[in-house]
């Protein structure tokens, strides 16, 4: 980009964070602002087993720790 534009960007987007929305109503803002909040909730899917923890136990079945740490008991 050339410095010309680089300088109308930089004047827009100065601009743009510099000026208010009159027509805004607070009502409407906090609206606004509720809808790009995260959800309180999270839905999580139990499994029956964890992929990572089968994976882990099929790379240690192949591989030895050098101070056995990890071997089972």
């Known amino acids: 980009m050339e410095r ?19 027509e805004a ?21 139990q499994s029956k087993f964890d992929p990572v923890v089968e994976e882990t136990k099929a790379y240690r079945a192949i591989a030895k720790e050098v101070d056995g740490r990890y071997d089972d008991k």
Not at 9 to 17: G, I, P, V, Y
């Open 4 to 22: 010309k534009e680089l300088e109308q960007l930089e004047e827009l987007l100065a601009r743009s964070l510099t000026e208010e929305k009159p």
């Open 25 to 45: 109503k607070p009502e409407e803002t906090e609206a606004e602002a509720l809808k790009q909040l995260p959800p309180r909730w999270e839905v999580r899917i």
